[in-house]
Every structure is written in structure tokens, then in C-alpha cells.
């Protein structure tokens, strides 16, 4: 930890993921109640705004043209600004067309960060280090989720809900703006391909941030709003249930990047899958608020466990193609997001199970694919 700590890019990148993660959780957990309980969207007018917010995932690919002109770094920052000023509008335009444009506004910065973080990852540490980063990033996003949480617990029965989203939103523009004028760039790192890069030998990475991008989209869409909707979560249940979602990824993650150091990214993904396919068939056919709400938190706690994809292409992906392939992973991951969310809305007003039982048949087919990975430790 002493020789992480020494390097200024790993300060700089856990100032920026406590700041974007706490702007999305806070976007996260007020937005379901806003939606539902004062702005009255259904569930295919949720799935539109959903599709929309991973539209700049799906264009993800635009931060490769954008580091022509921009420091890498500098994008990460600017992207976290993004985050707050998105956060901080969704306060005045409480209406379904108000939240599509301010959810596009949030949703460029925090997609673009996102890609940003995992190539500055990738670049400034080595093949051990970069998994215990990753995780470090998990547990301090975790720390700023529950900080996030217990705000707006504490502030819920104070301020309205537009007020809460003005004022975390304030907050996080104020933390990107100091971030922005920090120096963290080691000149020392190989300098990374200009433009897109697609190799055929990197078809698995492809593959499996396309699959990952389709699960992890029924889980982030349907599982809270089926909270909200058919079990009548309050502002307060979500936030708490967010708190011990994030209790737990802070002290679990350190464990899943030793995990992977371990046993490798094939069979700590391959739990992943496993479990998740039966986390899935249980928000189908379990209907039980609480159950559901204990299968919500396993759920995130496997989550996690995508780092390993990342660590599998930095294990085999040349050094020089790692932003432009964070890049284009990070798209692919997304090109199911932008189709998900209506289709699944359109399929959860037909039946709210059919969404859920996809998500299993997905594990089962990434279960399939992860078997190709033949790195191990």
C-alpha cells in the first residue's frame, strides 16, 4: 500500500471515484421516488429515461477523439463535473421530459469518468497492483455511498426531494473543480494508440462486456423499481438498503481483488455467474419484500466481481491499447444497455417476471464464455 499511495495518480483517481460515485448514488436513490411519487412515470416511460442515461455509455467511444484534445486525466475530471451539474439540475426540471435531458447531462459525465478511471487504472499500475486498486476504489466509493446515504436519510424528512438532489449536486461540482487543477500525470507511462482499436484477439473482452452490460442493466433498472413499485419502498428503505449494500462492498472488496490475484479471473467469475443466476430466478419467483431486498444486496456484492474483466484484458491486452480498448469495451458494454431498458419496460408491463428470468438466461450464457479464459493464476 505504502508503494500505491506513492504514486499521485492513485490519490487523484479516489478523490474523483468518491465524487462520482457519491453523485450517482445520490441520483440513484432519490430518483425512483422522484419519478414514481411526484413526476408519475410508468414502467416504460422509466425504461426510455433508462435507455437515455446509457446512451453516452453506448458513445463511450467518443472519449478516444475527445484525448486528442484533453489530457486524459483533465477529461476525468471534467467528467465528475458533469456528474454534479446533472444532479444539481434534476432538482429543477421534475418532469419525465426535465429527467431525460438532466439524466443525459449526469450520465455523460459519470459514463465518461468511468471509462477514463478504468484506463488511468490500467496504465499507472502493474498486473498485482491493479486489482487491489480497483478494489481500494470500490471500498472508498462504498465509504462516500453510505455518507451519501445517511445525508439524504437524515435530510429526507427536512428538504424535498428536488432540494436534495440541488444540494449533493453543489457538492460534487465543488469537489471536481479542486480535483481539476490537481498535477497526478507520471510522463513516464507508454503512450497510449490514438484512435479506435479492434483486434480479433481480443474478441472475449468484447464479449463479455457485452454480456455484462445486459445483465448488469436489469439489476440497476428493475430490481429498485420493482422495490419501489410492487413492494412500496420508501425514500428512507432505499437509502438504508443502500447503506448496507455499501457497508458490505467496503470491507468485501479487498477480498475480491485477492481473489482474483489467487484463483484467477476464469473461476472468480465463474462464481459471479453461478450465483447470479439464481439471485435472478429469486426476484422472479420469490415475492417477498424482504427476501427480495436480501437478494438486492447479494446482488451488488457480486457485482464486484466485474473487475475481473478488466484485469483479464491488462494481463493480455497490449500496454499501448489500453485506453482506446476501455473505450470500446466500455461502449460494447453499453450497446445493450441502450435496447434493454424500453424492451424490458415494455416486457415488465406485459409481466414484471419476464425481465428477471432474461437476466438468469444472461448468466447462464456468460458462464458459458468466461469458460474460454485460459489465464490463471
Known sequence: MKELKQNKMYAYLMLLVVAATAGHQAWRTLFNNLAVDEVGINGFQLGVIQSVREIPGFLALLVIYVLFFVREHRLSAISVLLVGIGVAMTGFFPSFYGLIFTTLIMSIGFHYFETTNKSLTLQYFNFE???HVF????SWAAVANVAMGAFIWLLAGHLSL???FIVAG??????????FFWKPENKNIPAQNKGMVLRKRYWLFYVLNFLSGARRQIFVVFAVFMLV???QFSVQNIALLFIINNIITYFISPYIAKGINRFGERKMLSLEYISLIFVFLGYAFIENGLVVAILYIVDHIFFGFSMGINTYFHK???????APSMAVGFTINHISAVVIPVCGGLLWMWHWQIPFIAGAILCVVSLVFVQKIKIEN
Open 135 to 138: 478494489a481500494k476504489q470500490k
Open 162 to 164: 428536488q432540494m436534495n
Open 170 to 179: 453543489v457538492l460534487i461540482t465543488l469537489l471536481a473543480i479542486w480535483a
Open 229 to 231: 413499485q410492487k413492494y
Open 129 to 131: 497492483q491493479a486489482p
Open 316 to 322: 493480455t491486452g497490449d500496454k499501448k491499447d489500453i
